[in-house]
């Protein structure tokens, strides 16, 4: 005899309601995701994973057997429909879960919040379960008005929390078969490190984004001395075009059109060059501008080109910099090395730059 067949007459009438609504409950399932993954987009939130599935029958069925008189109609179970947003992040549950809130009308009275378990073997188990509905203003098709009735459940974790509850599964933790203590107790250990890998993943993200934070308001303010030559503060400066006076200039030597392009190889170079702070680069552009501007009018006076990159001006003064510093025709072949990637005619283009810039008014002075 099948699962199905040993239900009761009421039982039975649920099972034929679920395959009445089978259709429906497979377009949600489809649907939902889609909406969320557009919202997230919108909202800036980048999730891991966005999963769904239609309960089968069998396990529906098997949930009936056990308490099928808790439910009237269909309608009254609302995990028919399961959806799993899976963040990198824990802050980014709870920005999930506003968007949900936003989204979709949410059942207070049966959604949970497992994050307030305290059990030490818990972490797994700590995601945020909200139960929804659909609004007829959010979406609705007129030949199943049921899209807008049937409640579906929405689990929202943690990547970490995700492998967590994956792992209990396979070995059986948490499913009532009995394990050898010493197991127990060193899951119970994992479970405690993962919670803090992932308290101290956002607490990172956190402390990074303050950081960035803090480095566009010393850029903004000009206190470049106190920020550190890295990534992030480099990105930001590049924000407020430090080269960008001397591109024009360059620029108007053969009145020529200048293309932006990307700057983030300059710093590595900046590094190399034993660059500390902003501060040092908002020197270079101070001491060596009339430098870069020289080397630029050489380099002009013998073409007619009317576009020029935007990395002109950094290229010049790095390598007005090197030059004056003497170290030749091998620091000028690093800097295009690590401009253009390692190539011979890197090798020619230092010798060249070596030569011609020897006559120039700043190598003399």
Known sequence: MSTTESLDAHAQELIAQYRELLPVFKQMADIIPEKLKGFFEEAGIIVAAVEHRVKSESSLAGKLQLKGGKYASIFDITDLVGIRVITFYIDDVDKVASVLERLFEIDWENSIDKRKAHEIDSFGYLSLHYICRIPEQAYNNPEHPELNKIRFEVQM??????????MNHDTGYKS?????????????RLAGMLE????????????????????QKLVASGNLDEVLLDGDSFKSYMQIGPFDALSRRIASINQAEIQPVDLSAFLGVFKAMGFKTLGDIAALVKDYSDAAYQIACFQMGITDLDILSSSVAPQNLCTAYILKKGWGKGGLKLMLDALNGPSEGNEFMADYLLEQSNDLPFMNK
Do not use: C, M
């Open 157 to 166: 974790r943690t990547v970490l929390q995700h492998a967590w509850a994956n």
């Open 176 to 188: 009532g078969v009995e394990i050898p203590k010493v197991y127990l107790r060193n899951l119970s």
């Open 196 to 215: 803090l890998v992932d308290d101290e993943f956002s607490r990172i993200r956190r402390e990074l984004s303050d950081y960035r934070r803090q480095v």
